[in-house]
């Protein structure tokens, strides 16, 4: 894991989801120029899983198209695939902070 930020939720009422911290697909800013081959550029950290999380119970009836701002994490919006009652997924779709560059 990069890093993490630790906020507090009431473990009594605190719902379980998995949360997914996307990041870059490549690592490289032009993966098919010249003579590279794309699949070198792949970034393996591209993903991030967090299977065992805890929300905020005001979030357990959460449904796709629904989004959120994660405190000091990003927007993450529910999953219109895996998510689903008693199994919540939220998908980072936008990074409140990127330094990434190339």
């Not at 507090?8 to 989801?17: F, L």
């Not at 005001?58 to 405190?71: N, R, T, V």
């Amino acid at each position: 894991m990069k890093g993490a930020t630790i906020h507090w939720v009431d473990a009594a009422t605190a719902v379980d989801a998995e949360v997914r911290l996307y990041d870059n697909l490549f690592t490289d800013a032009e993966p098919d120029a010249g003579d590279k081959n794309f699949l070198d550029c792949l970034n393996p950290s591209s993903l991030e899983a967090l299977p065992h999380a805890k929300v905020e119970a005001g979030l357990a009836g959460a449904e796709a198209p629904a989004s959120f701002q994660f405190l000091r994490q990003g927007y993450f919006c529910v999953d219109n695939k895996d998510s689903a009652p008693g199994h919540l997924v939220f998908n980072r779709s936008v990074n409140l902070k990127d330094s990434f560059k190339f």
